[in-house]
């Protein structure tokens, strides 16, 4: 796909950086529009067109801020395709989210039957995170896990269950790059619990 990207594309990439002006990536002091523009770059590089990419810089808007307001200020400027994305690729949209493991399985459940556009910006996004872990992971250890709202082996099993959903129902070049860094990952922790041992 021959990909050129408008006017459109340059306002969504200013309302994500507001957006999320004040937002970090997990437990470090990267700010967290790094983790929108690797993703937008992860859909564009697997064929994605512009509503993907612009789903891609605010697939994470509703979810951690303003949830269904900031959804409809997404359909507004920047139309139902991409307010469509973006709500498929998130777990809740309410203030106060449900538990962690409610919501993961939720969102599983749902991934089979999702757009191909959604489980595109979906797969970029868990992959730009499983490569996120798997870096901070050989860099932290174990004291990576305190930044998540769920422990060690549930991490390890939600990332398990995304990377077979993706293999099952595509996008096949990005799930497969996504399968080889959870394997990884898997293959470090259990290295490293066999040496600590």
Known sequence: MNTILSQRFEEALVYATRLHAQQMRNGTQVPYVSHLLAVSSLVLEAGGGEDEAIAALLH???EDQGG???LEEIRR???GPVAGIVAECSDTLESKKPPWQQRKEAYLRHLPAASGSARLVSCADKLHNARAILADYRAHGDLLWDR???GRDDILWYYSELARIFSAHGPPRLA???VLVVDQLHAEVAARGSTSG
């Open 60 to 62: 994470d808007g509703p």
């Open 68 to 70: 269904r307001a900031t």
């Open 77 to 79: 400027l920047f139309g």
């Open 148 to 150: 998540f709202n769920a």
């Open 176 to 178: 497969r790059e996504l």
